[in-house]
């Protein structure tokens, strides 16, 4: 039961990377590759209609996340009180400057919404992989059983530990870059002429430094938290994940250079998923190193039995949905006149 | 400040904030779909555009509901720690529920409605409206489950570790709560959506912009309006108040300002809660009549506060005691002025009515006032538990968060969110500025 629900919302948190990524990613690129207004409207209305259904993943994330590991959710969203408040915030701006960039045709009005959808999507990219750092890295936790961790503290990894240090900034660079990528091929999928051709080269720039800070954070990964290895000797199937990555990021670099963008995009979104589930698989069964198990956090057997219930058939539904969505809008946004 | 007050301070001006979006959009979902719904069937393009137009201004407001939505969900575990781990299990559900059943569908079908209209068949766009109502209003239904349980715990039991487990899914969703708080929150939402409709028609055609247009927002306006008001206090707000009646007597006691129990208990219309004499102030009260209107007896008795220990009285008697007599007086208000435009509408001669028309665009704020006095109401009544009877509120918050940082959201919640008021109102004046418009031509093809 415990592990089937540390699946689920495992799998939930790939689902919200891959979706929300893209949106995120196209941030990213926004005012690099998209130099026109006309060419700035193309890369918001390709996630016009869809980024919201995408955030919806995060709500629907943390609502599992809360009635199937309350205590989890209890300690962690309270010790990560700070690091939260500014995604908060960050989700705010973004969420503003997709939704009303275009509502209003004037230059200062739509430049200054440009640099927030740009700069918020980075810092959103950037932080949602310091958390995941943060995950891997553990946390240590008072006598009392919580802990309150500060935005910094002399950026090193032992205690007194700070969100952000230099592990878990070099975990956000990779999410940036991973991010960029997603996003720019998607970009390449949704656009035609001068700005796919930009977008497929912000890939090609993106995909060597995806595969350097891979690297990097992959090796600092196992000496920081030895669960990992001590996992895959343990359970050497695992390395199945580690290895969807790689050849994910391998098939979506040749299908991007082919021009395949269809393939590409779903080639980074099994990316995106083998390194999801390679985080997840490696630091099992924790939830959150170093106390917090799945076993200590699981809410009673007899709420996640109603829980699954209704939580299968649903989120069928909601793939439905954003599955639908998608075939509506999956053709080349136009370029649009000027209004 | 004291660490429990700053959460509190923290949470009611982020969850009252949010919720002048979500009535907005709540309303204007029915109120869109009826407009469809008409020129889908009548093929007239006069009732798309209108729909169109009204689209427009749920898609600011309806962003608006978005991105301060998703922090309440998460205040529950930053701010509220202990009582997300006691109860998590249980409006986690629910909470969970509302993503996965109602947002999903929304925030797809919003997607389709507002920029597929050329995409998909007519069929199709009227369906995505259908179902844009339908996620709206089931969000609502999720919330209010969640609200209901804290109001009134129902269908868990205790489990391991001081935590609460669900142990019925069918009481969580047939709490005898939930169903009247429901109805009478969506009625309050149709309100606050019917009356701004009505309200910017009434502009519209006062400044002689649009005429036929503002004929049809206010008509319908006037209609869903006096539907809504009318509902809102019968059969909803008195089924609503027997159960506060039934399951939280002394918030009962302290919304009527009834300090003393007695048989055929007068209701106050006017008067102050005077807290250090335990009595109302200079009051005007019917005599005998709460005793009716809560059990419908006129000489019933009914319990005053002093019935009750102290501490479980609600810790601010005389906010819940005016939020409560805000929201009746309006509703009062309301409920007369719909009588009046409803009979020169009957008569035919309300659209050129200017009092009339001057009185729809007054009244547009206060169906948001009387929404928030409401949940001021709902929520100043559960106190001083986060879980009635299970849980104090004192209790329930997060002890690894001190005041400092939590004054610290709480002021980056208030900049904020002034500077989404005005962002908001500048687009939605421009919205009503440019007013509804014919449609775009057709990019491709219409299937």
Redo the contacts between chains.
Sequence with gaps: MGTLWYSLVALMVAGYVILDGYDLGAGVIHLGIAKTDAERRQVIESIGPLWDGNEVFLIALGGTLFFAFPRLYALSFSGFYLPLMIVLWLLIFRGMSVEFRSNVNDVAWRGFWDVVFTFASGLLAVVFGVAIGNVIRGVNFDPSGTFFLPLWTNFGVAPPLGALDWYTGIVGVFSLAVMTLHGALWIALRTSGELQNRARRSAAIAWPCVLVVGAAVTVLSFRLQPLILRNLAAAPWGAVFPALAVGGLLAARVASHRRHDHQAFLASSAAIAGMVASAAFGIYPYVLPSQLTIDNTLAGPHGLAIGIMWWAPGMLLAALYIGYAHRVFSGKVPPSENR | MDRVLADRWQFAFTITYHYLYPQLTMGLALLIFVLKTIGYRTRNAHYDNAARFWARVF??T???G??????M??Q????W??F??????????T???????A???E??????F???EN??SRRAHWLSSLLLFAGAWLSGWFIIATNAWMQNPVGY?A???G?L?????RALMGNPWLVWQYFHNMCGATATGSFVMAGLGAYYLLAGKFREYGRTFVRLGVIAGSAAVFLLLFPTGDEQGRNVARYNPVALAAMEGLFESQHGAPIALVGQPDMEHLRLDNPIAIPNVLSFLTYRRWEARVEGLKAFPRDIWPDNVPLLYFAYHIMVGLGTIFIAAMLFCLFFMWRGTLYEKRPLLWLLIVLMPFPYVANTAGWLTAELGRQPWVARGLLRTADGN?????SG?AI??LL?FMG?YTL?SI?FLF?IY?IAQRGPEPAPPA?EPVH
């Design positions: 898609a600011v309806f962003a608006l978005i991105v301060t939505g998703i922090p969900e998460f529950f575990g930053t701010n720690a202990r997300a781990n006691f109860a998590g299990n249980i409006i986690g559900q909470l969970a529920l509302e993503g996965v059943f947002f999903f569908l925030s797809g079908f919003l997607g389709i507002l920029w597929g995409k998909v039991r489990g391991a570790n935590q487990e669900l142990e019925s899914f997060s002890p690894a968060v001190s940082n610290f959201s980056g904020l989404l962002i687009l421009r990019a």
